[in-house]
């Protein structure tokens, strides 16, 4: 990851990460596909989880192809994303599901999931509101909620592109992950840095206890 830079530009950028997926949501769908590259990792998250529950997708875009996943395994989901554009996709992709256009640092959901998920989402924040995510995950969980989420393998903020527009990520340090989640309540299951079965996502898989 790159130098820190400053509060002011780190916050606009990040901020502007909701903008870019309402701009390029059809494109960005496109340029994904299908292919589950994560389905290692997916398999491993709802190893913990009975079937038929239901799951929280932060950052769940049109549904495809990870919430498809879910569903054709039997679960139910919620998905939550920014993007009034993603959501309405999800929607018309999946209209037995739940699907609601909010920003996962302000969700406050009356429910607690048996899973939740913030897979390729959860980086795009800064680092300070990385660190209240985690009391997020909590009030969303109950005992024996399985919690999996991505980030970049060290402290450190990067740019990069997405249809030309600049695409933030930070990420804490790893020590750092595993005291938020011991403080919050999470055993740590697995934790792979630059996955090399994954394309070089470091995931995290951690359990409420």
């Known amino acids: ?18 903008e870019i997926y309402k701009k390029h949501a059809r494109a960005w769908t496109e340029l994904r596909g299908h292919f589950l590259y994560e389905k290692v990792w997916l398999d491993r998250f709802l190893s913990f989880i009975p079937k038929h529950s239901h799951l929280l997708d932060l950052g769940c875009g ?46 406050h959901l009356a429910q607690k999931f048996q899973g939740v998920l913030a897979w390729d989402s959860f980086f795009h924040l800064t680092q300070d509101d990385q660190r209240k995510m985690f009391a997020c995950f909590a009030q969303h969980a ?48 697995k934790m792979v840095a630059e996955d090399v079965e994954c394309v070089g996502h470091t995931v995290w898989l951690a359990k409420k206890i």
């Open 1 to 18: 990851m790159s130098e820190p830079q400053p509060k002011a530009e780190q916050s606009f950028l990040a901020d502007n990460i909701i």
């Open 62 to 107: 049109s549904g495809k192809p990870i919430a498809q996943y879910f569903i054709e395994q039997g679960y139910s989901v919620t998905g939550v994303d920014s993007s009034d554009v993603m959501i309405e996709m999800a929607q018309q992709n999946f209209p037995e599901q739940r699907w609601l256009q909010a920003d996962m640092r302000q969700l």
């Open 142 to 189: 109950m005992l024996g909620t399985v919690l999996m989420f991505s980030s970049g393998p060290a402290d450190g903020e990067a740019v990069g592109d997405l249809f030309g527009d600049a695409l933030y990520h930070a990420s804490l340090a790893p020590e750092e992950y595993k005291a938020l989640l011991h403080e919050y309540g999470f055993e740590l299951i």
